[in-house]
């Protein structure tokens, strides 16, 4: 309980630290990145922001001689509820809400709205929104369609491209220009289509093979494609 609670408190203030210092949003961008918000979400992290929080969520547990069996304790009540909050489930806690995390919460922290880029930190007790005036509980859900989620500028798809992007921003559609660029970001859209022509169980997984094929040099728009500002692009919710 000792280590639940503080290392919870910790998350509650490094999660919002990161939301509110340029360097750290880097390694915790990559979290808000999805379109769609379902329980797998939670595991979606940049290697610094596991890294870092990993560290300081178990080194303690060892330094200060706890029972080793608090460790898969902790790291199953972790994952469990890491795929809780964001679950695209209909689960309303009552009062409870007020001191435990839940979808209601956690999915307006994923969403494209201005007014929850700073709200909703928590991740098992939401008592620390409550204590520290962070919480936005409008009580209706945040949208259906993909730009009422996730981030309000382009990143990219490919998992070393996102580490990349952390370390220095660039346009995708303009690395296409280059002939190995353009042969390892069509990769994994030519393996998968690969695939769905030998198996049919790929064409169902993965409905949209013919359009994974990114743009090449060829088709490629004359002006990059610029990154909105946060203060210009918001979208106001729909009540
Ligand atoms: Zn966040
Ligand atoms: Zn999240």
New binding site residues.
């Given amino acids: 309980m000792f280590f639940l609670v503080t290392h919870d408190l910790y998350i509650y203030l490094f999660h919002r630290l990161q939301h509110a210092n340029k360097i750290l949003w880097r390694t915790h961008e990559a979290?808000?990145s999805g379109k769609e918000?379902d329980f797998l979400?939670?595991s979606r992290s940049h290697i610094v922001e596991i890294i870092i929080n990993q560290t300081i969520e178990f080194a303690p547990i060892i330094i200060l001689g706890a029972n080793p069996m608090v460790i898969p304790i902790k790291a199953l009540l972790d994952a469990m509820f890491?795929m809780f909050?964001?679950a695209n489930i209909d689960v309303k806690l009552g009062k409870l809400k007020y001191f435990l995390n839940s979808p209601e919460l956690?999915l307006w922290?994923?969403a494209n709205y201005h007014e929850v880029f700073h709200a909703n930190f928590s991740t098992k007790f939401s008592l620390w929104d409550h204590l520290f005036g962070t919480a936005y509980d409008p009580g209706h859900k945040p949208g259906g369609k993909r730009e009422n989620w996730g981030l309000y500028y382009e990143y990219p798809k490919d998992y070393f491209l996102q580490h990349a992007f952390s370390v220095k921003r660039f346009d995708e559609q303009k690395l296409l220009r280059y002939r190995w660029f353009s042969w390892y970001y069509n990769l994994r859209p030519r393996m998968v289509g690969w695939l769905s022509s030998k198996w049919k169980l790929f064409q169902k997984l993965n409905p949209v093979t013919e359009k994974l094929e990114y743009k090449t040099s060829d088709n490629l728009p004359r002006e990059p494609i610029e990154l909105k500002s946060i203060q210009e692009d918001y979208i106001l919710y729909d009540k």
């Fill in positions: 979290h808000h918000v979400a939670g890491g909050i964001h956690h922290h994923h």
